[in-house]
């Protein structure tokens, strides 16, 4: 694979003027866009609070950035946790570059003019979608169909909500709807998504673009009462196990396992992860805080780290930012190198009967029986779903707790 920064070279001549030449970002509201097709953008909005500092907004989510470097004429937006930046130049308060994701060497163009607007609104809304959607994602191909619910509330034009699906959420979407033309996007460092939809009174039939990488069709039926399938029984142990075993490094290169006095007569949650996953980075920013206020009453989490990093050193690296970004004090184990294949990582657990999402949470009790193995993370994106995790969550710690 070509290495990512040769991308920069093609895209961008570097100058060599002075310092004190180089364009700056201008305080101010923008509106950027990715060109993932020759038609199709995806569209996200940003604020630049000084020369050092933005904030990347989706609906209700806002993401601080405050890793911005200047190298002759060009700015490098290095969004916070994710492998991923946005390298440009200004010109007449205009950035024209790309989006580049290093581990994967994928490479978006990537534009922003000064604007509040994410879409324009050219027509009054004839369907509201407020309320819960039973979707299905790729409906005509059974072997790569999934189902999904949508989760929307919508007020005149403007839109905001996401997609449940079994493996988590789709995150912060924010758009409209023109007439009945639906259009959502999220841009958080890790994935660019555009939702484009027709609506009729019942139905949302339309397109779903990750990146510049992927794309697929779904459809969606208004169904207020629909549930996806119960995130406890997805994943379970094989025949034959009761408890989960590992032994993986951190990053002193110390040997970690369940066994480790430290996990002994605990409740401990093993958490499976990786650090270029939003849902990940939820649950995290999640189990951080739950983690502080419980570790004394006896509680354990452990994460396990699964990395596309090809190296040992860059995957630590990545998890120590991730430690240091949202302040995670819980060990991080690197369980895996160079891929994230699901197939992979249940190979390094064979006794759960397969990893089906990032993130997953196996419930271990001060016995060291597992007691419930949650699939997937639907987080603060879903609302009344992430209150209701929260409760169950809550409920079923301190039940082990007091046992």
Same mark, same amino acid.
């Given at each position: ?37 020759? /038609?199709?953008?995806?569209? !996200? ?11 990347? !907004? ?37 950035? /024209? ?21 994410? +879409?324009?609104? =050219? ?57 009945? %033309? ?43 009462? &629909? ?8 994943? $379970?142990?094989?025949?034959? &196990? ?20 430290? +996990? ?21 920013? $999640? ?23 090809? =190296? ?16 995670? /004090? ?34 271990? %009790? ?10 997937? !993370? ?10 209701? !995790?929260?409760?169950?969550f809550i409920d079923f710690v301190d039940e082990l707790l007091k046992e």
């Open positions: 694979m070509r290495d990512v920064f040769t991308f920069l070279i093609a895209f961008m001549i570097l100058s060599c003027e002075d310092k004190s030449t180089q364009e700056l970002l201008i305080f101010g509201d923008y509106r950027a866009e990715l060109q993932i097709s020759d /038609t199709e953008v995806i569209p !996200f909005t940003f604020k630049v609070k000084d020369v050092n500092n933005l904030t990347v !907004f989706n609906a209700e989510e806002q993401i601080e950035v405050n890793e911005i470097e200047y190298r002759n004429d060009s700015v490098f937006i290095n969004m916070p946790v994710f492998e991923a930046l946005l390298a440009a130049k200004i010109k007449n308060e205009t950035l /024209t570059g790309n989006f580049i994701i290093k581990g994967k060497d994928r490479v978006v163009p990537f534009t922003a003019k000064k604007s509040k607007t994410r +879409f324009n609104v =050219t027509a009054k809304a004839e369907a509201n979608i407020s309320g819960n959607w039973e979707t299905v994602f790729s409906p005509n191909t059974p072997d790569d169909a999934y189902i999904a619910k949508g989760v929307f509330k919508q007020n005149g034009n403007q839109v905001s909500g996401t997609f449940l699906t079994e493996t988590g959420d789709y995150r912060f979407l924010e758009g409209v709807v023109n007439g009945n %033309d639906l259009k959502l996007s999220t841009f958080d460092g890790a994935h660019a998504f555009l939702f484009k939809g027709k609506i009729t009174d019942s139905t949302i039939n339309g397109t779903f673009y990750s990146g510049s990488h992927w794309k697929e069709p779904f459809s969606a039926i208004r169904n207020a009462n &629909y549930q996806l399938p119960s995130a406890n029984d997805l994943t $379970y142990l094989n025949e034959g &196990y009761d408890s989960l075993a590992f032994t993986f490094p951190d990053a002193n290169g110390k040997m970690i396992s369940l066994t480790d006095d430290r +996990f002994k007569n605990k409740v401990v949650l093993v958490q499976i992860m990786g650090t270029w996953c939003p849902n990940c980075l939820d649950e995290s920013k $999640y189990y951080t805080e739950f983690y502080k206020k419980n570790n004394e009453k006896g509680l354990e989490i452990v994460a396990l780290a699964f990395e596309y990093a090809k =190296t040992n050193e860059k995957a630590f690296a990545s998890i120590k930012r991730l430690q240091n970004r949202i302040g995670i /004090t819980y060990p991080i184990l690197l369980a895996q190198t160079g891929t994230t294949s699901k197939q992979k990582a249940q190979e390094k657990l064979p006794m759960l009967n397969h990893v089906l999402s990032y993130p997953t949470t196996v419930f271990v %009790d001060k016995k060291g029986k597992v007691r419930k193995i949650h699939t997937g !993370f639907n987080g603060p994106a879903t609302g009344e779903e992430f209150v209701e !995790f929260k409760k169950e």
